[in-house]
């Protein structure tokens, strides 16, 4: 079975710095890349960054360029998401997904963890 | 970058009733349209991928359409478990995905 378990959400004050951690089990997990989609409270759904398997294709939204870090551990099949400079508008649940080429069709998020709530206030 | 825009934002209905949601992408995506199903305090779940192809252990009543901006999410017979928030995503610039801003699914 497919489990995600994401921690190190927290309050933080803004311009801190948080270190989410996404633990992964039951499948391969260097196989698969990697998403963290963020939902702000009593908001819709947003990507934030995309690792490939191979660490090899980084993506970020533009409202986190340069300020976080997406990399993995596959050795420790860890998912790890460093947050800089954050801003209260980072407030929101962080889920890890796992890409997949569903069907053999097309690329969705068809696994995710349960989410860890970041918050970012004085 | 590509716009997701759900109609409508909201909804109320009741169990046994024929639902249809709308997704529309400010460009051309073919078929890479993918829909999720949110329940308060959960996380989402993939329901349909490919616009039209149901992800395994999805329900029947559940299916999609449309290809290039246009796209709808129907579901046959609402059953009280239905009752969620709905959201499109498009997967043609994976992996820069971009979903629509969600349709809320009330009990009327």
């Known amino acids: 079975e497919v489990q995600l378990l994401e921690s190190g959400g927290g309050l933080v004050e803004p311009g801190g710095s948080l270190r989410l951690s996404c633990a992964a089990s039951?499948?391969?997990?260097?196989?698969?890349?990697m998403n963290w989609v963020r939902q702000a409270p009593g908001k819709g759904l947003e990507w934030v960054s995309f690792?490939?398997?191979?660490?090899?294709?980084?993506h970020y939204a533009d409202s986190v360029k340069g300020r976080f870090i997406i990399s993995r551990d596959n050795a420790k099949n860890s998912l790890l998401l460093q947050m800089n400079s954050l801003r209260a508008e980072d407030t929101a649940v962080y889920y890890c997904?796992?890409?997949?080429?569903?069907?053999?069709?097309?690329?969705?998020?068809?696994?995710w963890g349960q989410g860890t709530l970041v918050t970012v206030s004085s | 970058e590509i716009q997701m825009t759900q109609s409508p934002s909201s909804l109320s209905a009741s169990v046994g009733d024929r639902v249809t949601i709308a997704c529309r992408a400010s460009?051309?995506?073919?078929?890479?349209l993918n829909w999720y199903q949110q329940k308060p305090g959960k996380a989402p779940n993939l329901l349909i991928y490919?616009?039209?192809r149901l992800q395994s252990g999805v329900p029947s009543r559940f299916s999609g359409s449309g290809s290039g901006t246009d796209f709808t999410l129907t579901i046959s017979s609402l059953q009280p478990e239905d009752f969620a928030t709905y959201y499109c995503?498009?997967?043609?610039?994976?992996?820069?995905?971009?979903f629509g801003q969600g349709t809320k699914l009330e009990i009327k």
């Open positions: 995503q498009q997967a043609y610039s994976t992996p820069l995905y971009t």
């Open positions: 690792i490939s398997g191979s660490s090899r294709n980084i």
């Open positions: 039951g499948f391969n997990f260097n196989s698969y890349g």
């Open positions: 490919a616009a039209s």
């Open positions: 997904a796992r890409d997949n080429l569903v069907g053999g069709v097309l690329a969705a998020a068809d696994h």
């Open positions: 460009q051309n995506i073919d078929n890479y």
